[in-house]
């Protein structure tokens, strides 16, 4: 199964808004609503920040955002932060029974 | 609140077999969902490696199926992993998660195993 394709990195200033994209097929990202992003600070273990596309877990502050568009999904993060400096990572359920993660995105708070 | 806790060894030889257990508190196991694993080597990104269901019903990654073993043992609450003929490549942080459909929502802290004589 191939790796999702993310942008290697992304970056913004404090305030501003960035996405980060995630490209798949018809047969993972496109074919189900089944896709996941991840927050990972250095040496942490991956925090889920959005499931099933854009629904947020209790805790996650509502400046993230996920949506999708036939096979691409994307992230929205919204007045950015210091603190939102990390690694993001997306992930889709496949047709093949199987989950496949993106190669991972660093977002750089400027 | 549901936690997960990785253990097994941190060294394992070339040629042996990772084992890695996860223990499940403040969820019982029998009462469903598909419990998974997930690596991530040094310096790289996440990878999924398979996940089972508390009836023993398992999805696994096409490139580890051959050498990926899972199990459940629900009257200890934890689940398993054994990786056959280890190689450096397989060197990473293991994690164990609950996996949805549309993301794992729960996952231990991990574990570093690293491959080496």
């Known amino acids: 199964q191939s790796a999702l394709t993310q942008p290697a990195s992304v970056s913004g200033s404090p305030g501003q808004s960035i996405t980060i994209s995630c490209t798949g097929t018809?047969?993972?990202?496109?074919?189900?609503?089944?896709v996941s992003w991840y927050q990972q600070h250095p040496g942490k273990a991956p925090k889920l920040m959005i499931l099933d596309v854009s629904d947020r877990p209790s805790g996650v502050s509502n400046r993230f955002s996920g949506s999708k568009s036939g096979n691409t999904a994307s992230l929205t993060v919204s007045g950015l932060q210091a603190e939102d400096e990390a690694d993001y990572y997306c992930?889709?359920?496949?047709?093949?029974?199987?989950?496949?993660f993106g190669g991972g995105t660093k977002l750089t708070v400027l | 609140q549901v936690q997960l806790q990785e253990s097994g060894p941190g060294l394992v030889k070339p040629s042996e077999t990772l084992s890695l257990t996860c223990a499940v508190s403040?969820?019982?196991?029998?009462?469903?969902?598909?419990w998974g694993w997930i690596r991530q080597p040094p310096g790289k990104g996440l990878e999924w490696i398979g996940s089972?269901?508390?009836?023993?019903?398992?999805y696994c990654n096409p490139s580890l199926k051959s050498r990926l073993t899972m199990s459940v043992d629900t009257s200890k609450n934890q689940f398993s992993l054994k990786l056959s003929s280890v190689t450096a490549a397989d060197t990473a942080v293991y994690y164990c998660a609950r996996t949805l459909y549309g993301g794992n929502d729960y996952r231990g802290q991990g574990t570093l195993v690293t491959v080496s004589s």
């Open positions: 992930s889709s359920y496949t047709s093949s029974r199987t989950w496949v």
């Open positions: 089972i269901s508390h009836t023993g019903s398992t």
């Open positions: 018809s047969s993972d990202v496109g074919g189900y609503n089944y």
């Open positions: 403040g969820y019982s196991l029998s009462s469903g969902y598909y």
